[in-house]
């Protein structure tokens, strides 16, 4: 694999993808698993997890992660380049005829067709988390009980998070004692 297809991978997602973050993540799955083969849905789902737990831009932390794993130091150089070259590009050019735009009807409507659509890119990865994570009826109450915390007692999800460390660490251990003789 040569660095320009690790730039031009990164490029390609990041210059058709609108909505940012989860709407990414389609693309991102397609291109990193299925068109390219650089990594497993497990990885994917593994990397995913990390990215968005870190402090910084999803899509950025996927790529670092990614072209770390794939060509090392200079890959996650290479892959965090073209992760942030189109949108950095699309935002100079937003900003130079961003004026001039502002007040034209066509404009309007095309960002109003364009929100369903980003909502639609951001439910289908949910739902393909929620079955790569393995989740049943069983436990399904752990996302639920979760958005019911930030939603309805506004708990930080920073607390949630380490509060699941916290349990994760604790429930191995427990299950690690009952194995052992």
């Not at 899509?59 to 949108?87: D, F, H, S």
């Not at 393995?134 to 939603?151: E, F, G, S």
Request: proline residues 4%.
């Amino acid at each position: 694999m040569k660095y320009c297809s690790l730039f031009g991978t990164f490029f390609k997602v990041g210059a058709t993808t609108i909505g940012g973050g989860f709407a990414m993540i389609p693309a991102l799955k397609y291109e990193l698993v299925h068109n390219h083969g650089w990594i497993t849905e497990e990885e994917f789902t593994n990397y995913m997890v990390v990215a968005q737990s870190m402090p910084g831009i999803f899509i950025a932390n996927m790529a670092t992660a990614v072209g770390y794993k794939l060509k090392g130091t200079r890959g996650a150089i290479v892959a965090l380049l073209g992760c942030a070259a189109a949108p950095i590009i699309f935002i100079l050019l937003i900003a130079a005829v961003a004026h001039q735009l502002n007040h034209i009807a066509i404009v309007e409507h095309i960002f109003m067709g364009l929100r369903p659509v980003v909502v639609a890119l951001i439910v289908v990865p949910v739902f393909t988390l929620a079955r790569s994570a393995h989740l049943t009826w069983c436990n399904c109450w752990i996302p639920l009980a979760t958005l019911l915390l930030i939603v309805l007692c506004h708990i930080s999800p920073v607390w949630i998070v380490v509060a699941a460390i916290a349990g994760g660490f604790l429930w191995g251990a427990q299950r690690n004692k009952r194995e052992l003789p």
